[in-house]
């Protein structure tokens, strides 16, 4: 509940309507406490007082009655109407939602074509028609506005509890002996409370409007009673002479919904568990950059050059630092694998060479990254976005969720053609054709008529390779595009992009977790953990006579075949929290080797020839030999 109430004070607006609301209500609370005139008691000698008059300091209505008396009493009435129609409407509507897409089948066809039915007809006209056939009256008013609106609680909690009672923990639950209202009650229920809640907060709005409109019309509230919509009935007739005793109740409605509706937005929002890590957010067109300090200059050590990078997430009052000043570089034709644990910052250190890193909350705080000697950190857009797939393309992880649902496979491939440069439909068709073939799917005539979900997950990643390859970009970095493939299919894109890199020298930044695929692919490696590099060599160097302890203990997690092992390692412990970076050496905390000296300033990255390391006790490979 804290969690809830902390995400709703992030959106001010909401904020301020959740205070105006709770203002109002209790205003409207108290009420019957305060020293006011009869809200029904005329007047005529007193009639359209002014505000601010003596006595009445909002004025008078047509009759002398204390406009703010009645405001105040109106108000609590159509609060009190307004709500009372949201919770049965709510309960009803999903009730019938709950039942009709628990079961489905005859069941939620015959509930879901009655419910059609009813929303066939225009809202307000349906609840006229209630209000004529049960006759003038603010009760009656209510059962109109709520039962226009069961069928919008109905049709979205259908929806939800669809796809609810298809889910595992639902078959479960049936195979344990539970009755279905069991289940209903325990699992499907409270799956969708929170669906229940945000269409509340969400339409509370409206039916007040629509009970004030009732009342307008003369159906709702019935003389000498008061809401907000007679109030304002009562008033159209003196608009012109007395706006005065039009505008103080709409006024009121005015600031209801609209407090309402914001504070519904907010609570739509705070009840999204993806907001947590600010993932609806719409995140700028590049990451947003923040450099002080002298920028690195370019050292032509390759063709892409990181120098001191740091990314850092700003969430609220915590700054998380996801990569911490890596410097790294590739040559042309050349392979650089990047290991390490999850959330090492081997994917946002990627991210963030083009910018992509979302912003917010993502924020570059220092270094540079020089292609061809441009650094392309603080770029303007417009250069970042010409040279996104032209000079430097990604392969994601799951091409399932970088590839849209609802486009062939081929017009995908030719709009990344066409987002660099001008060519026709053939032209294009032929170039897709290529770049399929050039990736080994077979048949690729036809593929390009397939959607996504038509393909195996090995094909799909293969389009994604194609993909990053329609524009001849000169580097490809591919974040674990083989993590989720099954050993055969991921050797065949491994061999691809090797072939690839060698036909074509390309430059490839392979991102990893296996060291079986550096063994294979990479020239170099660069370690890294907790933001930062390791260790960074040759591949064979690397794998032969590991230097830094956290990749020793990374390679003794890896299951050999024969050779008599049999116990697989573990690294003890987690990796630290990156909003919470320990002093000194970041593995210190779980390596065998630490010492006080460890734990006590920031170690630097030595290198030495081809090789870095950044630990002041490193194994030493001819010393254990010897040993």
């Known amino acids: 509940m804290t969690g809830f109430f902390q995400l709703l004070a992030r959106n001010r607006l909401a904020l301020a309507g959740g205070v105006v609301l709770s203002l109002v209500i209790l205003l409207a609370l108290v009420t019957p406490l ?3 005139a009869d809200p029904d008691v005329t007047d005529t000698a007193n009639r359209f007082k002014l505000p601010f008059s003596e006595g009445a300091l909002l004025g008078t209505d047509h009759l002398g009655r204390d406009l703010l008396s009645r405001l105040l009493w109106g108000t609590r009435l159509s609060l009190a109407v307004g709500f009372a129609a949201a919770i049965v409407a709510a309960t009803i509507g999903s009730a019938i939602g709950i039942v009709a897409g628990f079961y489905g089948g005859r069941t939620d066809n015959l509930i879901m074509r009655g419910v059609d039915m009813l929303m066939a007809f225009p809202y307000i006209l349906l609840a006229l028609a209630i209000v ?3 006759g003038p009256g603010l009760f009656n008013a209510l059962i109109a506005v709520a039962a226009v609106n069961v069928p919008f609680f109905a049709r979205n909690i259908r929806g939800i509890t669809v796809g609810i009672a298809h889910k595992e923990f639902v078959d479960a639950a049936r195979l344990a002996g539970l009755s279905n209202t069991r289940i209903i009650v325990s699992e499907v229920l409270p799956n969708v409370i929170p ?6 907060s969400t339409t509370i709005g409206w039916m007040i409007l629509e009970t004030a409109g009732l009342s307008f019309l003369g159906l709702g509230s019935q003389p000498p009673q008061a809401d907000l919509g007679s109030m304002l009935g009562e008033a159209r007739s003196a608009l012109i002479t007395n706006p005065h005793t039009s505008i103080v109740p709409g006024l009121m409605i005015l600031v209801i919904v609209m407090s309402i509706n914001l504070l519904g937005d907010g609570v739509r929002d705070a009840l999204d568990p993806r907001l947590k890590s600010g993932a609806l957010s719409r995140p700028m067109a590049a990451t947003r950059v923040d450099r002080k300090g002298p920028l690195p200059a370019p050292t032509g050590a390759g063709l892409l050059e990181v120098q001191g990078l740091q990314t850092q997430f700003h969430i609220k009052d915590r700054v998380y630092r996801a990569v911490g000043g890596v410097d790294l570089h590739v040559a042309k034709g050349e392979c650089l694998g990047i290991i390490g644990e999850s959330g090492s910052g081997k994917s946002v250190t990627a991210l963030s060479v083009m910018g992509l890193v979302a912003s917010p909350p993502g924020v570059i705080t220092g270094g540079a990254a020089h292609y061809e000697g441009e650094d392309l950190i603080g770029a303007p857009y417009r250069r970042l976005r010409g040279m996104r797939g032209r000079n430097v393309a990604y392969i994601f992880q799951d091409p399932l969720a970088t590839l849209h649902p609802l486009y062939r496979v081929g017009d995908q491939l030719i709009e990344a053609i066409r987002a660099h440069r001008p060519i026709g439909r053939e032209e294009g068709r032929r170039k897709a054709v290529e770049l399929l073939t050039a990736v080994r799917i077979p048949n690729p005539e036809k593929r390009i008529a397939n959607y996504p979900h038509e393909m195996s997950g090995g094909m799909r990643q293969r389009v994604g390779i194609a993909m990053a390859l329609a524009n001849d970009p000169d580097i490809i970095i591919a974040d674990e595009p083989t993590t989720a493939l099954d050993v055969t299919v991921q050797a065949q894109v491994l061999t691809i992009l090797d072939d690839l890199r060698r036909s074509r020298g390309l430059a490839i930044i ?8 550096v063994a ?4 170099r490696v660069a370690v890294m953990y907790a933001g930062r590099i390791v260790e960074e060599g040759r591949t064979a160097d690397i794998l032969g006579a590991p230097r830094h302890p956290y990749t020793a203990r990374l390679m003794a997690c890896v299951p050999e075949v024969g050779g008599g092992k049999r116990r697989l390692e573990a690294i003890a412990g987690l990796p630290p ?7 000194g050496c970041a593995f210190a905390e779980r390596c065998l080797k630490a010492q006080e000296a460890c734990r006590r300033d920031e170690i630097p990255l030595v290198r030495d020839g081809a090789s ?10 001819s010393r254990e030999a010897a040993e």
Do not use: K, S, W
């Open 34 to 36: 305060l020293p006011l």
């Open 612 to 621: 870095a390391v950044r630990c002041l006790y490193p194994n030493d490979p």
């Open 132 to 134: 004529a056939a049960l």
């Open 520 to 523: 294979q692919l990479c020239d």
């Open 195 to 200: 669906v229940i809640v945000i269409a509340m």
């Open 510 to 517: 392979f991102i990893t977790h296996d060291f079986g695929v």
């Open 577 to 583: 929290v990156v909003d919470r970076l320990p002093e």
